[in-house]
């Protein structure tokens, strides 16, 4: 059984397995800078083996590095790593370098070449069925010598990969070319893989993990979401920052990439190109379920594809959506959604019955489960995320909340230019301070903090004891202005840390009123942005990967029951569908 060493809840050090695996795995290594070389490992290989090897092949540094696999910090032992994962060479702060160029395998070494296919799919779902007919079609095309073309819109690199006949079947994002990637091929670096991205919450080289991860959570094609998958391809197309080479050479140099790889569907428009009145109830609503329940943080008309459907002579033209580019979804903290389909009349139409029996089915736990399985690499904070906004959905969605009303609640807005926080994550906020007050109710009950003899208390050390004195509110705020005016801000280690004024902790009345009250509805006219106009980095107002299990199930519980009493609170307080004022435009990548 695995043993993990948790430095802190927001990563791991993997120590060993007591199980060791038989025969050989295939792993694909990626560095920082974006090169990728697969390998097969025997069962006694090691990280410093591993290390080696992309040494000898690639020619890139290792001293003061890490191999990491998602969350987890690998330190030797290999026994964890399944079959054909992807894992990523880090170098440490002070050793990090982001000019270090993308090289292919030397072969100066021919046990450590690349013995992989152009294109291997990474997982083992069975719903990648469709993606191995994809695959095979795309690998005749390249051996018959039907090159890949580059897409010329966007900030990130991607590239249309065509069958025999020359149509496009798939599209194919290489994760080191996304936006601030080092191997961006518009301009846009800076960054090495791991850091934060374009959201401070969705780290650069992992936007592609959660383009799969959405089509996986797509139960039974619901919103329409293309089939995709994770791929490790090798083409000379791809492209590579300061590679040192020119002309014909820099032509046939062949590059190996790990990239999204998502079926290409014809289409006729986009959203923004076409009146949203020829849009049925059901596909906006589902289009917009999934969007809630991944936390979608960029749902604009432009990333809504518009297909034609045959209606067999009926009056007017029936369209469907099909939903695409979900890399900024299941962020790693809550984040300010950007909900297109708000603005919409369908989305304030109440749910279908059908519709509510799909909510109503959903399990976060399940999906978290899956996502764990067939996308090990993605990090806990991202399926905590999904486990909140899931059951979120499920509750306001069964307390008779339509689509617009969900959504609203989820959204923050601008007043006088500065962002506040959603009625969601002052929710969130509530229930992680009722959490900690509990938390403190126990510890303080608890025999083992009874008196000793000389009076004082038993294993705290002064730390403790002034922390219990003059606790701490258990959320942090980042750039933006604290709504909760009346608290005093201190700051530590370059947070906004919220304590209380009085060194007392208000209760949970006290501070939802006084939040409420900043988050009233309708009476500003300011708008909301979208993913890809130039503000400054949003405010994280609830972090969730701080927390340990039991604190994780513990404020859980507690949302549940403020959140049962907000829409109680809000039904009651005849609080209809309310039309914010928003900018109402929309973004493409």
Not at 33 to 45: A, I, P, T, Y
Not at 257 to 271: E, G
Not at 383 to 391: E, G, H
Not at 563 to 581: C, E, T, V
Request: include cysteine.
């Amino acid at each position: 059984m695995a043993v993990a060493v948790f430095k802190s809840p927001m990563g791991r050090e993997y120590h060993g397995n007591d199980r060791k695996p038989t025969g050989t795995r295939r792993v694909f290594v990626q560095t920082e800078s974006g090169c990728v070389l697969g390998m097969e490992l025997d069962r006694n290989d090691n990280v410093h083996m591993v290390k080696r090897r992309l040494q000898v092949a690639l020619n890139v540094p290792i001293e003061e590095s890490s191999l990491t696999f998602g969350d987890m910090v690998l330190k030797n032992d290999l026994s964890a790593i399944r079959n054909d994962s992807p894992l990523l060479l880090t170098r440490n702060l002070m050793h990090r370098s982001s000019s270090t160029p993308c090289l292919s395998p030397s072969g100066r070494e021919t046990q450590q070449r690349d013995r992989s296919g152009p294109v291997e799919i990474l997982g083992r779902a069975s719903s990648f069925t469709r993606m191995k007919e994809l695959v095979n079609e795309v690998v005749e095309a390249l051996n018959l010598g039907v090159d890949p073309i580059r897409v010329h819109g966007g900030l990130g690199g991607a590239y249309y990969f065509r069958n025999c006949s020359g149509e496009c079947v798939a599209i194919v994002k290489p994760t080191d070319e996304e936006p601030f990637a080092p191997n961006n091929p518009k301009g846009f670096v800076g960054k090495t893989l791991g850091q934060p991205g374009l959201k401070r919450s969705v780290r650069v080289g992992e936007t592609g993990f959660r383009e799969v991860a959405a089509y996986l959570l797509d139960y039974d094609h619901f919103a329409n979401v293309p089939p995709t998958a994770l791929v490790k391809i090798t083409h000379s197309v791809f492209n590579v920052n300061d590679d040192g080479m020119s002309g014909n050479n820099r032509k046939k140099k062949c590059f190996s990439k790990i990239a999204s790889f998502q079926q290409f569907i014809v289409h006729d428009f986009d959203a923004s190109d076409h009146g949203t009145s020829s849009f049925s109830v059901s596909n906006v609503h589902r289009v917009g379920i999934l969007d809630v329940r991944i936390l979608n943080t960029d749902r604009h008309a432009g990333n809504l594809l518009v297909q034609k459907v045959n209606d067999g002579g009926k009056f007017g033209q029936q369209v469907e959506l099909i939903p695409i580019d979900h890399g900024l979804c299941l962020p790693e903290s809550l984040e300010d959604p950007y909900f297109e389909w708000i603005h919409w009349p369908q989305a304030s139409i109440p749910f279908s019955e059908d519709e509510l029996d799909y909510i109503e089915s959903l399990d976060p736990y399940q999906d978290s489960e899956m996502l764990r399985n067939e996308l090990p690499m993605i990090r806990e904070a991202c399926l905590r995320v999904l486990t909140l906004c899931t059951i979120f959905l499920k509750q306001a969605a069964g307390f008779g909340l339509c689509l617009a009303e969900i959504g609203e609640m989820m959204t923050r807005e601008f007043r006088r230019g500065e962002e506040e926080p959603s009625e969601l994550e002052v929710l969130c906020m509530e229930a992680r301070r009722a959490a900690a007050e509990t938390n403190r109710q126990t510890f303080v009950l608890s025999p083992k903090t009874g008196l000793q003899e000389d009076g004082f208390q038993f294993e705290i050390d002064y730390g403790d004891l002034e922390s219990s004195i003059n606790p701490t509110l258990p959320f942090h705020f980042g750039f933006g202005r604290n709504p909760l005016s009346k608290l005093e801000e201190e700051d530590e280690n370059e947070e906004d840390v919220v304590r209380p004024a009085s060194g007392k902790i208000p209760s949970v009345s006290n501070l939802s009123t006084s939040l409420k009250k900043s988050l009233s509805i309708g009476d500003s006219p300011a708008g909301h942005r979208s993913a890809s106009e130039q503000v400054p980095a949003s405010a994280s107002f609830v972090k969730v990967a701080d927390m340990t299990d039991e604190e994780w199930g513990l404020f859980l519980e507690k949302f549940r029951g403020l959140l049962q009493h907000a829409l109680i609170a809000r039904k009651s307080g005849g609080a209809g569908p309310r039309q914010r004022q928003r900018l109402g435009t929309s973004c493409r990548f």
